[in-house]
């Protein structure tokens, strides 16, 4: 076929004197001859048919399987065709359950053996799911994998609800296990005020159902312990195990509730002068054990100075016994309007510069906050700022409005708590006093 388009493959002096060409290699003699420096090639990519060349590789190829090079292939050309393997592709919930395991060490026990589970889509699975990635998408900014967990929350809720209807489910402990974790997870999110207490009342009946002599782990002792805050009547503690300080100071807190709502009942004219009278031997009896309390446990008094201030005592005193004081001070605020109707003193024996009952409550509360600054830094994990929050809570109630006390306060619920430790529960919020602890 002739006048057919195509590439010249005539050397650059022949083609712009527009003469033939013969083709010659190195150089056109053509151009030789006619006494004209030739000024070679030019390079094309050809077509190499390169089947018979692998014929015997183990890999069968193609009839029509082509290859394409480059005739003078250049160093650059041999670069770009070396192999490079694509980037390691790291399983998701690998990396959201590292995370969680990194900043929470209690959540190890809720995690075991979850490898091992035939069901990938089990109650306790999809709970955890839940929680690691809501708590990764929270502390990383990552809406993707934050929307993720709440996904898995709804689908864990229903599993949740069958297992709750059956009679052996219910005992087991990836039951119970899988509550715990939508209790946490409730505490991240927190867009229902109430959703954490359903959850904790759940754990609360759970642990009351399946008795104590289940409870042999350290998780699961430690579940007991707590959830004895309102089972305590019903479940007695065995008077073979010895008390720490947090199930005394637990204990004495577990009073509280109870003397809050006689509290209410009196102001309402519900009760006869004998009432109010045992009401009030009773108040002064726990404020008594909340100071026998710190005595034995050698912590030092409200309103003696700053908690723990030299250095040495803020360094080798564990979180948690600062927790416990914060504790004891919070249980001390609470009652302020117990003390307050019936004119008892906050803090027993206190200087006379301390007797205005609201400086009081501002020195008291002022303390839990340096207690909770001196734990609360980029050392410490997620789990210690669990137990400050309900200290911080109360104390943000007995600030005066738009002080400074009450913006440090706050700095450290929002911006730690609820900022770097990812716990939305611990942001600072306006509480109706009718709901909560009436403060007078």
């Not at 060349?53 to 029509?64: E, G, H, L, Q, Y």
């Not at 889509?121 to 955890?128: F, G, I, K, P």
């Not at 109870?258 to 726990?286: I, K």
Request: glycine content about 6%.
């Amino acid at each position: 076929m002739v006048n057919r388009g195509g590439r010249s493959k005539a050397c650059r002096t022949c083609k712009r004197r527009r003469v033939k060409c013969d083709h010659s290699k190195p150089h056109c003699q053509r151009c030789e001859k006619a006494g004209i420096a030739c000024e070679g090639y030019v390079t094309y990519g050809e077509f190499v048919d390169e089947t018979a060349r692998f014929a015997k590789d183990k890999s069968p190829v193609k009839d029509n399987q082509v290859q394409v090079q480059l005739a003078n292939p250049s160093p650059e050309a041999i670069e770009r065709q070396i192999w490079h393997p694509p980037p390691l592709l790291l399983d998701q919930d690998a990396v959201i359950h590292a995370h969680l395991l990194s900043r929470i060490d209690e959540v190890t026990p809720l995690m075991a053996n979850l490898e091992s589970m035939t069901l990938p889509d089990s109650t306790r699975s999809l709970a955890v799911r839940a929680l690691a990635a809501v708590y990764f998408g929270k502390t990383n900014g990552d809406r993707r994998i934050f929307d993720l967990g709440s996904r898995e929350y709804v689908k864990a809720l229903n599993r949740l609800q069958l297992d709750l209807a059956s009679s052996t489910a219910v005992l087991e402990w990836d039951t119970l296990a899988s509550v715990i974790c939508l209790c946490m997870f409730e505490n991240i999110v927190f867009t229902d005020k109430t959703g954490w207490l359903k959850h904790y009342e759940g754990i609360t009946q759970l642990v009351k159902l399946r008795g104590p002599w289940r409870h042999q782990t350290v998780l699961e002792r430690e579940l007991l312990r707590q959830c004895r805050f309102e089972i305590w009547q019903t479940v007695p503690w065995p008077s073979t195990v010895p008390k720490t300080a947090s199930d005394v100071l637990h204990d004495i807190f577990a009073r509280v509730p109870g003397q809050l709502h006689d509290m209410d009942r009196v102001e309402r004219g519900e009760v006869n002068y004998e009432f109010v009278e045992e009401l009030r031997q009773r108040v002064e009896t726990t404020l008594s054990d909340l100071e026998d309390w710190e005595q034995f446990c050698q912590h030092p008094r409200p309103l003696t100075g700053c908690p723990f201030t030299s250095t040495q005592d803020s360094t080798s005193q564990p979180v948690r016994h600062k927790a416990l004081l914060a504790l004891q001070r919070a249980i001390i605020l609470c009652m302020t309007g117990l003390c307050t109707f019936f004119n008892i003193p906050l803090v027993a024996e206190i200087p006379a510069v301390l007797e205005d009952r609201k400086v009081v409550r501002t020195a008291i509360a002022t303390e839990i906050c340096q207690l909770a600054a001196s734990c609360l830094g980029h050392e410490s994990n997620s789990t210690e700022s669990l137990l400050f929050i309900f200290p911080l809570q109360i104390t943000s109630m007995n600030f005066e409005k738009g002080s400074a006390e009450e913006k440090g306060a706050e700095g450290i619920m929002n911006g730690v708590i609820a900022g770097t430790y990812g716990f939305e529960i611990g942001r600072r919020r306006e509480w109706k006093t009718s709901s909560i602890i009436l403060i007078k």
